[in-house]
């Protein structure tokens, strides 16, 4: 296909990367993966780019794992189960290996997917979408797709506005009228590059800069030889400034609800930000629902308590107290007397025993 034709999502594999080891998220991160992290009561974050994947209409999925991925390994092989329902579909989990060609585990998020290259090979496609796995937000990649088909763009990055507080922890774009990539600075901290990288056309006057989402759209075969030429491992530092000084790079403009969930702070407000009367994010939505692990719970049992704005997930025992503000998680006991407020539960694995309870009651 050409780079002009009109693309469509059986033409497209979707990357998501979820080999980081997530030190800003310890310890939440301390037994698995970041994507493997819950969100939202009983989620995982890894569920969010898978969901909004399927959604799209992109059905092939290469999960790229490297750090503490068992539980991730887990949590994707038994929810994710493609049958007749979604033909010709499926999620391949690529882990980090070491082979006579590559010596080394991943070294970044451009050297996890150069390694990836020969597994996304056995599968004909004409574009590769490129996925973080522990983000929170909603988008049809499909528009996007429209968009990077449209400008006849050799790679289209997703970018959204910030402000200036946030802007020096993120990748920033410069752009002309048509939304061509002019330059990519990642994370920078100079007052001056920043000033230099502010006002993009048409940006609101309180959000001036343009950051990278870390989502990418490459056509297959810009992707192979951008890897092979690239001085480092990493998109944002290495693979992105240099390709804008040979290819065509468009920017997709995104201006809807997302977090980068890299630290406690912003996994604990993330979850918060659920319990609002309108939430900028939804899980329940159904037009475009986030799919997770059927555990075939029971109803959560609620005695004599007081409930004000609370995610209860499935299999929960709460007893003689008071939730305000609260996400618990799957199989979560609360014994009696308890006064819980702008908490997350993180659940358990497992349901104790009885004689589990009565140890730990000691």
């Known amino acids: 296909m050409s ?11 979707t990357v998501i990367l979820g080999g980081g080891e997530g030190n800003r998220l310890f310890p939440l991160t301390r037994d698995r993966a970041k994507p493997a992290v819950p969100i939202g009561g009983k989620y995982r974050l890894v569920d969010i780019p898978i969901s909004l994947s399927l959604n799209s209409g992109i059905k092939r999925i ?14 994707v092989q038994q929810a994710y189960r ?8 499926f999620i391949e989990i690529v882990a980090a290996q070491k082979t006579r060609e590559a010596t080394q585990w991943f070294q970044g998020t451009a050297d996890a997917v150069r390694q990836g290259l020969v597994h996304f090979d056995n599968h004909p496609h004409e574009h590769v979408l490129i996925l973080s796995g522990d983000q929170l937000y909603r988008a049809d990649f499909r528009k996007m797709l429209e968009r990077h088909t449209s400008s006849e763009a050799d790679i289209t990055i997703a970018a959204l506005p910030v402000d200036r507080e946030s802007a020096p922890r993120l990748g920033l774009l410069r752009v002309d009228g048509q939304h061509r990539v002019t330059e990519f600075m990642e994370k920078p901290k100079d007052p001056k590059i920043l000033e230099a990288l502010a006002a993009a056309p048409g940006l609101p006057s309180d959000r001036p800069f343009l950051a990278s989402m870390g989502i990418y759209i490459f056509r297959r075969e810009v992707l192979r030889d951008c890897l092979a030429k690239a001085q480092g491992d990493d998109f944002g530092k290495n693979v992105l400034p240099e390709a804008i000084r040979q290819r ?5 403009l995104y201006d809807g609800y997302w977090e980068d ?3 406690i702070g912003a996994f604990y ?15 329940g939505l159904n037009v475009a629902p986030i799919y997770t692990r059927a555990r075939f719970l029971p109803g959560s049992v609620v005695e004599n308590s007081q409930v004000n704005r609370a995610i209860i997930s499935d299999g929960c025992t709460i007893l003689r107290s008071v939730l305000d503000d609260a996400v618990v998680g799957i199989r979560q006991r609360i014994g009696t007397e308890c006064k819980i407020r702008r908490s997350i539960l993180m659940g358990a694995d497992f349901f104790e025993t009885p004689i589990q309870r009565q140890e730990n009651a000691r």
């Open 248 to 252: 065509k790079v468009s920017a997709y």
């Open 82 to 89: 493609f049958d007749d329902f979604i033909p010709r579909g």
């Open 3 to 13: 780079p002009t034709g009109n693309a469509n999502a059986d033409q497209v594999i």
């Open 261 to 263: 969930i890299g630290t």
């Open 62 to 75: 290469f999960l790229l794992t490297q750090y503490l991925s068992s539980s991730l390994h887990r949590h």
């Open 269 to 283: 407000r993330a979850n918060l930000d659920l319990l609002a009367p309108e939430p900028k994010f939804d899980f």
